[in-house]
């Protein structure tokens, strides 16, 4: 019996009910930023609906972030969440799509606004790599996580010891060998 489970709904069969193979969950973790509107707002209702696409372990705290590449707009609020989910990379962001949709997101400038921008940074040990360097396709881990402090700020909170599977060093590594600037503070509840 698992504990504090009930051993009549036990599923302990390999398929489920509709005779396909259940996933086992895996451990994916996410950076969500906002910088238009209720930007701490937006971040909550992300939160809460990224449990139609799994569940959610653990929420960093929230930081305040300069913009990074394109400066000339108003600041983000980030922050970190790791979600165990039974979906598979491709699926997980096909459902972190729809949901910025959901929320209105528009793609209208690279790296402009946005009132929500959900990235997988890392999804278990997990490598997915594009075909091209620049393409728009999913990378993972995410490409530039190590160069970007209001990435890592927030996921060396919720995930210090998690190693980057392909630069072999933990996330507070990676945090602790970032330059200075990049301004992130963290927000006071």
């Given amino acids: 019996m698992i504990p504090g489970g009930d051993e009549q709904n036990v599923n302990t069969s390999k398929t489920t009910s509709d005779g ?3 996933s086992t ?3 994916a973790y996410l950076s969500l930023g906002s910088n238009i509107g209720d930007r701490q707002a ?3 209702d992300a939160i809460r609906r990224l ?3 799994g569940r959610v372990v653990e929420v960093s705290s929230i930081y305040e972030t300069e ?3 394109f400066t000339e707009q108003p600041w983000f609020l980030n922050c970190a969440v790791a979600l165990e989910t039974g979906k598979s990379p491709h699926e997980l962001m096909t459902a972190l799509l729809g949901i910025e949709e959901e929320m ?8 402009g606004p946005r009132s929500i921008d959900i990235d997988i940074l890392l999804f278990e040990n997990e490598i997915v790599a594009s075909k091209e360097p620049d393409s728009k396709e999913l990378t993972i881990p995410h490409p530039a996580m190590q160069e970007r402090r209001f990435v890592l700020e927030p996921l060396a909170e919720i995930a210090p010891q998690v190693l ?3 630069l072999k060093k933990t996330i507070r590594e990676l945090r602790d060998a970032l330059p200075t600037g990049q301004e992130v503070r963290r927000l006071k509840t």
């Fill in 20 to 22: 396909s193979s259940p």
């Fill in 25 to 27: 969950p895996k451990l």
């Fill in 42 to 44: 937006h971040l909550q």
């Fill in 51 to 53: 449990e139609t696409a």
């Fill in 67 to 69: 913009p990074v590449e």
């Fill in 104 to 111: 209105g997101r528009r793609r209208v400038q690279t790296k």
């Fill in 164 to 166: 980057h599977p392909v």
